[in-house]
C-alpha cells in the first residue's frame, strides 16, 4: 500500500458484491474531496437481490445490524448506519491512518475506519447500494463473529478513549541514541532526522563509524546534537555495564582514584574528539545510561561545566517500574537529587518499549501525552551488528523502532 501510487482505493465485499456502479460513483465523490463513501446497506434506496429462500432470514439479519448499529452509536461517535459494509471507497490519506492504526481484522476493522475518519476530520458519505449474494452466512460463523465482537468492542472502545486514533502528533524531543555505532544506525538516524521526526541525536565520539554520513547530518537544520558518552563499548571500554558499575561502587582509595582519572580521560578525549570534527555538544547522556551511576556526575561536573554543557539525561519514565528496564528508574532516583545539586538541566522521559513500536495508536497515545518529554529511541534501517567488529546486542529491534518512526513521519499531518 505504501509503494502504491493510487489516490483512490476500492474495498470489495465478495460475500456481498454490489453493483460496478456504487464504486463508479464513489469515484467520483473521492475525486470532488470525499474521503469515506460507504455502501449503505440500511438506506431505504438500497436493493437487495437474494433468493426468495433467503427474504425471512436475511430481513431479520438486516433489523438486527439497525439495531446493533444504533446501540453502537451510543458509545461511539458514528455517522453512518451501516458500521460493517464491505463495499468502500476511499482516498488514499484516510486509507493511510487508518491502517496504521489498525488492530483489528473484519467488522470491527470498518468501525476503526470510521473512528479515524471522525478523529481526523475526514468527510464520509453514504451511498444506497444493489446487493446480490446467493447465500447467507451461516448460524455458527454470526456466532463467532458475536463473540468477536463481545471480545473486541470493550478494547475498541478503551482504545478510542485514550486517544489511538487521534492525529498523530508533531513531538519536538526524540532523541536518537548511539550515531556512530554502525553504518545502519546512521543511516536510519540521518533518514529520520531530514524528515524532522528526529530532533536530537545523540553521538558516540570514539565509535568506529562516526565520520560516515556525519557531514550530512551536521548540516541537517534543526537538530541539536549531544554526546553519548561511552566507557561500556568498543576497544577503549572499560567494561560492560554491569562490571563498570561494579568496579565504581566497590573501588577505593588509590584504585578508586585510578578509575576516577581513567572515566575523566576517556571524557575530555571524547569531547575533544568531538570538537575537532566540528560537533557542537549541547547535552550529555551515556551508552547503557552510564551517566545515572550513582556519584558518576559528581566525577565529571567540572568537565562538563568547563565545556558549557548545562543538560544531563535522566531516563526517569515510570512505566518501566514494568518491564525489565526497572533497574533504570533506580539508579535515576539515586543520581537525580547530585545531578541538580551540580546544576545540570533535566527534562521528562518517554522511553518507549517494542509495544510501542508495534502499536502505532499507543506511540500516538504515549506522545500526545507526554508531548514535552525527552522521546528515545535507537532506530537502524538493518541490522548490520553482525559485521562489525564489536557486535551490539540490540540488533533487530532497532529495525522496528524505525519502520515505526517512518510510520509517524508518513502519518503526520
Not at 464520509?124 to 446487493?131: C, G, K
Amino acid at each position: 500500500f505504501l509503494n502504491s501510487r493510487g489516490r483512490i482505493l476500492w474495498i470489495l465485499n465478495t460475500e456481498q458484491p454490489c453493483e460496478i456502479s456504487f464504486f463508479e460513483n464513489g469515484t467520483q465523490l473521492a475525486q470532488t474531496g470525499i474521503h469515506l463513501i460507504r455502501a449503505n446497506r440500511r438506506l431505504p434506496e438500497t436493493e437487495f437481490k437474494i433468493p426468495v429462500r433467503l427474504l425471512s432470514l436475511v430481513y431479520s439479519r438486516h433489523r438486527l445490524g439497525m439495531v446493533f448499529s444504533r446501540c453502537l452509536r451510543i458509545f461511539l461517535p458514528l455517522q453512518t448506519t451501516d458500521i460493517s459494509s464491505g463495499n468502500l471507497v476511499l482516498r488514499h490519506e484516510l486509507a493511510l491512518q487508518a491502517f496504521a492504526v489498525q488492530s483489528f481484522t473484519n467488522l470491527i476493522f470498518k468501525i476503526e475506519l470510521s473512528l479515524v475518519a471522525k478523529t481526523h476530520g475526514f468527510t464520509e458519505q453514504d451511498l444506497p447500494v444493489v446487493l446480490s449474494f446467493e447465500r447467507e452466512k451461516s448460524q455458527v460463523r454470526i456466532t463467532a463473529e458475536i463473540l468477536a465482537f463481545a471480545v473486541g468492542l470493550p478494547f475498541l472502545w478503551l482504545r478510542f478513549k485514550q486517544g489511538f486514533y487521534a492525529p498523530p502528533p508533531t513531538p519536538m524531543a526524540i532523541t536518537a541514541d548511539d550515531w556512530g555505532l554502525s553504518p545502519a544506525v546512521n543511516r536510519g538516524i540521518l533518514a529520520l532526522a531530514k524528515q524532522g521526526v528526529i530532533r536530537r541525536v545523540s553521538i558516540i565520539s570514539n565509535s568506529e563509524h562516526l565520520e560516515e554520513d556525519l557531514s550530512e547530518l551536521l548540516k541537517t537544520p534543526n537538530v541539536e546534537l549531544g554526546l553519548h558518552f561511552n566507557l561500556t563499548y568498543g576497544p577503549r571500554a572499560i567494561g560492560t555495564p554491569s562490571q563498570l558499575l561494579w568496579r565504581w561502587m566497590t573501588a577505593y582509595g588509590i584504585t578508586k582514584e585510578k578509575l576516577r582519572t581513567q572515566i575523566q580521560q576517556e571524557l575530555k578525549t571524547q569531547l575533544a574528539v568531538a570538537k575537532s570534527k566540528g560537533i557542537p555538544i549541547r547535552y550529555v547522556d551515556g551508552h547503557h545510561h552510564i551517566q545515572i551511576i550513582p556519584g558518576l556526575v559528581s566525577c565529571l561536573a567540572p568537565l562538563l561545566k568547563e565545556a558549557g554543557i548545562s543538560r544531563i539525561r535522566l531516563p526517569y519514565d515510570r512505566s518501566l517500574w514494568f518491564t525489565k528496564k526497572y533497574s533504570i528508574l533506580f539508579f535515576s532516583l539515586l543520581s537525580k537529587h547530585s545531578i541538580l545539586h551540580h546544576g545540570f538541566q533535566i527534562t521528562p522521559c518517554f522511553y518507549p518499549q517494542k509495544i510501542h513500536f508495534l502499536d502505532h495508536g499507543r506511540l500516538r497515545c504515549r506522545l500526545l501525552t507526554d508531548s514535552n518529554a525527552e522521546v528515545i529511541v535507537h532506530p537502524a534501517v538493518a541490522n548490520d551488528f553482525s559485521l562489525l567488529s564489536y557486535p551490539d546486542s540490540y540488533g533487530s529491534g532497532r529495525v522496528t523502532e524505525y519502520l515505526a518512526l517512518q510510520m509517524l513521519a508518513l502519518t503526520r499531518t
